[in-house]
């Protein structure tokens, strides 16, 4: 006697549910590799209702302006483990932007640039950053208050103590992180907006003193990745991110323009110009 399947249910089903048809699905599925359901043991597709709520993700994404090919991608990246390195997310997903090793001076400049230019821009920005330990935050706090004042959201991770308490409630939010976290490591400042976005990522060198292995961008998707990497830490310590971080992170928004990249580098040449 044939194996019967009572698990979950078929394609047809899916398509009822959601409101598309079995061959759009299947395009779907050889295109993307989704939605991906699972095979019982006499071959058949099967899928649930958590398969409904991702094909009805990507079609509110799709409603709202996003492409059919970064809406599933976007659902995707959100069953997927977190990473819990922005140097790991850089090295393999951003090769071709090389890193350089930088001194402590420099990567002051690149970061203070990025926040510079987050401040001077209209346009309530994503603004995201770690600190290694709390008291390299304590020292930046008061510029950190004033980015967050003017952030659509912002927040810091670090290894916080009695002496400076993480708080996720707070703005920005101070977000703990966990013991053997490979953050506690790197070195982050990236900001994201509608229309421009810039980062920097550093991993210091182990045994040097003062050297980072860095990359420091204005090119979008690295900075969109980074702060994925950092919005899930937050909220793995707690903190609530607003709806609308995860609607910016999803959009395809607008690659930085020449401009724009040059200003912000140019502020950090100034930076470094000061005596």
Do not use: K
Not at 216 to 241: I, N, Q
């Amino acid at each position: 006697m044939a194996e019967q399947v009572t698990d979950g249910f078929g394609i047809g089903v899916l398509a009822e549910r959601t409101g598309l048809t079995p061959t759009v699905l299947r395009t779907w599925e050889n295109r993307f590799g989704f939605p991906t359901g699972t095979r019982s043991a006499s071959g058949h597709r099967r899928f649930t209702g958590a398969d409904v709520d991702l094909v009805r993700r990507v079609q509110e994404l799709r409603a709202s302006g996003m492409g059919l090919s970064a809406a599933v991608d976007a659902v995707q990246r959100r069953r997927r483990r977190p990473a819990e390195s922005v140097h790991a997310v850089m090295a393999r997903d951003f090769p071709h932007l090389g890193v350089q090793r930088l001194g402590r001076r420099s990567l002051v400049a690149a970061s203070y640039a990025v926040e510079d230019d987050a401040l001077a821009r209209a346009e309530r920005p994503l603004v995201l950053g770690t600190f290694q330990a709390g008291d390299r935050f304590a020292d930046q706090r008061r510029r950190w208050d004033e980015l967050a004042r003017t952030a659509a959201w912002s927040a810091v991770v670090a290894d916080f103590d009695e002496s400076f308490p993480a708080d996720p409630s707070a703005s920005p939010a101070r977000c703990q992180l966990a013991e053997g976290s490979p953050l506690r490591r790197e070195w982050t400042v990236v900001t994201v907006s509608d229309s421009r976005a810039a980062l920097v990522s550093a991993w210091e060198v182990p045994g040097a003193t003062s050297l980072w292995e860095s990359v420091v961008s204005s090119h979008r998707p690295a900075a969109v990745a980074a702060a994925r990497v950092l919005v899930d830490a937050a909220r793995a310590a707690g903190a609530e991110p607003p709806a609308h971080v995860a609607e910016l992170l999803d959009e395809p928004g607008h690659e930085t323009t020449a401009v724009d990249a040059d200003r912000i580098w140019l502020r950090a040449l100034a930076h470094l110009d000061r005596p």
